[in-house]
């Protein structure tokens, strides 16, 4: 009996030291901080164990690194994006040489009409108002020449064409069409107009007048520009392209010169019906006879009372 007894007191006090040796190594790992290395470890692995293969993956694995491309893939992509910037480069330029002015295409253009001659004559002209879309006797074709500053009716010289078109910035038929309107707006401007209706007794002046409005497209003869006076006829369809929708007495007027004994008409003259266009009432009525008016207007303004009297 007593001997049983020793028996369990010996293996008690030696599970008790066995469990004093655990405990000591314990607090010695402890101190070295491996129990949290290994309770970490523990976790991870238990962590690694419980997610999905996926999520797993995507936290163990690396990121994957790009390819980097072989030497013939990067030449080809190189003179691909080369390529393009070429033709963007390229598309840009002609875009730029097509806006610009170009003297040689406006020189080329005049030629188109000019044929070998160095002047743009009737056939021409009138194969040149037809391009742009512009009848001979439409008062634009006036504005027109007044701009290219041309001298003789009915003809453009190459210096009047490359002075003018070039001040227009116009070297295609395109381009002058795109312009017309602007051209048309010029007579809105009352300076502009006196200047264009002063230049129009020059360009129109000719020995014999015309019979039609035609005028614009009509030739002068060499030396008719020695003329101090215009002929009646062409005078006539002067005013009427320049002041016969502005100017509400002109049909009256018109029939006066119609009527009237007057085979020509001077620059003075010319200049002062424009005067009398702009600041005489219709009804006449600050018409003031023993003014500086000349006696054209003196004698259309008798004639035109008596017809209102009669």
């Not at 314990?26 to 976790?43: A, P, R, S, V």
């Not at 030449?75 to 040489?97: G, N, P, W």
């Not at 010029?186 to 002046?205: E, M, P, V």
């Not at 002062?272 to 006879?289: A, H, P, Q």
């Amino acid at each position: 009996m007593h001997s049983d007894a020793a028996a369990v007191n010996f293996q008690l006090n030696s599970h008790l030291s066995t469990l004093a040796n655990i405990h000591k190594i314990y607090h010695t790992l402890n101190k070295l901080n491996l129990t949290e290395d290994i309770g970490q470890d523990d976790h991870q692995t238990g962590s690694l164990r419980s997610c999905s293969s996926s999520d797993c993956f995507s936290k163990v694995m690396p990121p994957r690194k790009k390819r980097r491309p072989a030497s013939g893939d990067d030449l080809s992509a190189k003179k691909s994006r080369h390529d393009s910037m070429y033709r963007k480069y390229e598309s840009t330029r002609i875009k730029t040489e097509e806006e610009a002015f170009s003297s040689k295409r406006c020189l080329e253009w005049f030629y188109e009409y000019a044929g070998t001659d160095d002047i743009v004559g009737p056939e021409g002209m009138e194969k040149f108002c037809e391009d742009i879309g512009v009848e001979p006797e439409n008062v634009v074709m006036l504005v027109l020449a007044w701009k290219l500053d041309a001298q003789n009716m009915g003809y453009f010289t190459l210096q009047e064409w490359l002075k003018g078109m070039t001040s227009l910035q116009c070297d295609t038929t395109e381009r002058l069409r795109n312009t017309l309107d602007y051209l048309r707006s010029l007579l809105n401007d009352s300076t502009n107009f006196k200047l264009i209706y002063r230049y129009a007794f020059d360009f129109a002046r000719a020995e014999d007048g015309v019979s039609d409005c035609e005028l614009l497209a009509t030739p002068c003869r060499a030396g008719e520009k020695d003329q101090r006076s215009l002929d009646i006829n062409t005078a006539k369809c002067m005013l009427g392209l320049l002041l016969g929708k502005i100017w509400p007495l002109f049909p009256v007027f018109h029939q006066f010169l119609e009527q009237s004994k007057y085979k020509v008409i001077n620059k003075d003259q010319w200049c002062n019906v424009l005067e009398f266009s702009r600041t005489i009432n219709l009804d006449l009525s600050n018409y003031d006879e023993d003014g500086a008016w000349p006696v054209l207007l003196d004698e259309f303004v008798e004639w035109y009372k008596d017809k209102q009297m009669s």
